[in-house]
């Protein structure tokens, strides 16, 4: 477990570093205060995982999509990692991007589907 999104999750941010080289040198001046940030921003920018298939247990409904148990649906994770509702400037890679309140990042999944192999991600 974990190998996967390991691999992708260390070659996105070293593609971002390389694509915004301002927001590298800023990270490169202050790498051990800057280096959470910077994990958490590149796994929100451009995450490992673009989404995950969930099977419906109950009767749901997702916008005006109505989901019977058994059916499948594609969660888009890298939608909602772009949610201007939830991220001030979602379109941007800031590596020192505020994180105290705002939520985890979703590439590792939520409650019991949640991966094993994020600590080492």
Request: proline fraction near 7%; aromatic fraction near 10%.
């Amino acid at each position: 477990a974990g190998i996967g999104t390991t691999i992708g999750a260390i070659g996105n941010t070293a593609y971002l570093l390389d694509r915004y080289p301002e927001q590298k040198a800023r990270f490169l001046s202050d790498p051990e205060g800057l280096a959470r940030s910077l994990a958490a921003e590149s796994l929100r920018f451009e995450s490992p995982i673009s989404g995950l298939w969930r099977t419906c247990s109950r009767p749901t409904r997702i916008g005006d999509l109505d989901v019977e148990p058994g059916e499948k649906a594609f969660a888009v994770i890298s939608a909602a990692n772009h949610d201007p509702q939830v991220f001030d400037r979602p379109d941007e890679f800031l590596v020192e991007r505020d994180w105290a309140n705002l939520p985890m990042n979703l590439p590792f999944g939520q409650g019991i589907h949640f991966c094993v192999g994020m600590n080492l991600s």
